[in-house]
Structures are given as structure tokens and as C-alpha cells.
């Protein structure tokens, strides 16, 4: 069964500090993941993503991994803004099939 | 560009009613999705239409749901007679054709039935 399991399910931080969200995958036939950001009340937003051969990618202070051997990938977020709270979910793309399959997601506080 | 409109973004009906939902993609986009989270779940796939024929509809939870494409361009989403389990957020999301074209969600529509 495609599956798409994200860690922690939510998360605290202080602002200016970093964080890493994981997401592992029993996706097969794997064609790409991706990385969205859904703010309160709006539909999820692009942040990356990457292919098979791809390990890492970076949209300004968000880098992603990818380890397609382990099916494992994570966000990086560095230096955290208060703006950045939101939920971050991750989606694979099965290869040769329409629906993306979707993580739980991460729910992102970023605190004073 | 603008982006992926849905309409209404809130809906609150009784049980038994009926409730139509829309989408408007982004203009030229050929691919229009619909995606459901019930709260305390995933995202998850409904159906997607290529132009205005159905390509998968594999998750379309039951023939209470109806989606229509009428000329390729806005999508109707319509649940005839809504239960209290259809409750969620629906998302809509566009895009081109092609390996690598990435999605763009509507904000998506809340639907409560009570």
C-alpha cells in the first residue's frame, strides 16, 4: 500500500532557530516528492521538488533531502521566521499514476 | 496568472441536503484535480479530469458524488445527498500536461454538514 508517514506531527520552536522534519515512504514505483506548505485556512504551496536522482534542493531557507535507497527525506528550515508556522506536508508522485499520495504533515509553531 | 479559485470557501448544510462546489483552474491548464481531507486525516485523492473527460475517478468515495468539466474549463463538484462523513476541507488543484509541471491548490472549501 503507497504510504506517505511524516515525523513529528507537530512541532515548537523559537524563532531564529532551525528545524528538520522527516518524512519516510513506501511509494512504488517512486516518480518524484515534494515538499508543500499549507498555511491556516489556504491550500498547500510548492516549496520543492525533486526526482529519483536528486538529493538535495533548496528554496531559499528551506532544503530538502531526498535518499531514494531509504525512501527517507526531510525538510530543513533554517532560521526560522514567525511566518513559518504552518502545517508542511510531504506528497509523492507514483510514476505512471495521477493521484499524489499525502503525508499527515508536520504542524509548525514558530514562537517568540 | 491568477491562481486556482474554489467557491464557496465555507458551506455549512443539514444532512440530506444537497451542496455544489466549484473550481476554476488556471487558465490553459489541462489537468484539474479534486483532493478531500477529513479532519484528522491525510489529503487524498478524488478524481481528475484531462480537459473535460474524467481520466481517474478511482476515488470518488461513492455515487453520492458527482464531478463535471462541462467545456474543459471551471469544475463542479456535487454531493447529492450529503451525510455528516463528508465533512472537509475539498481542495482543487490545476495543471499543464507534462513530466515535472507542478500542482497549484485552491484554497479549498469547508464543508460541514450538520
Known amino acids: 500500500k503507497n504510504q506517505v508517514e511524516q515525523s513529528p506531527q507537530s512541532l515548537i520552536i523559537l524563532e531564529g532557530k532551525n528545524c528538520t522534519l522527516q518524512c519516510n515512504y513506501t511509494v512504488s514505483p517512486f516518480s518524484n516528492l515534494r515538499w508543500y506548505k499549507q498555511d491556516t485556512g489556504r491550500g498547500p504551496v510548492s516549496l520543492t521538488i525533486?526526482?529519483?536522482?536528486?538529493n538535495t534542493k533548496s528554496n531559499g531557507r528551506y532544503t530538502a533531502t531526498l535518499d531514494a535507497d531509504t525512501k527517507q527525506s526531510s525538510l530543513h528550515i533554517t532560521a526560522s521566521q514567525l511566518s513559518d508556522s504552518a502545517s508542511y506536508i510531504c506528497v509523492v508522485s507514483v510514476r505512471g499514476n495521477t493521484p499524489l499520495v499525502f503525508g499527515k504533515g508536520t504542524r509548525l509553531s514558530v514562537i517568540a | 496568472e491568477a491562481g486556482v479559485t474554489q467557491f464557496p470557501s465555507h458551506s455549512v448544510i443539514e444532512k440530506g441536503q444537497t451542496v455544489t462546489l466549484r473550481c476554476d483552474p488556471i487558465?490553459?491548464?489541462?489537468?484539474l484535480y479534486w483532493y478531500r481531507r477529513v479532519m484528522g486525516k491525510e489529503i487524498k485523492f478524488l478524481l481528475h479530469f484531462v480537459k473535460e473527460s474524467k481520466q481517474d475517478e478511482s476515488g470518488m468515495p461513492n455515487n453520492r458524488f458527482l464531478a463535471e468539466r462541462t467545456g474543459g474549463t471551471y469544475s463542479t463538484l456535487k454531493v447529492q445527498p450529503a451525510e455528516l462523513e463528508d465533512s472537509g476541507v475539498y481542495f482543487c488543484?490545476?495543471?499543464?500536461?507534462?513530466?515535472?509541471?507542478?500542482?497549484?491548490f485552491g484554497s479549498g472549501t469547508r464543508l460541514t454538514v450538520v
Open positions: 487558465s490553459g491548464h489541462d489537468n
Open positions: 488543484a490545476s495543471s499543464r500536461t507534462g513530466a515535472g509541471y507542478g500542482y497549484t
Open positions: 525533486m526526482t529519483f536522482s536528486e
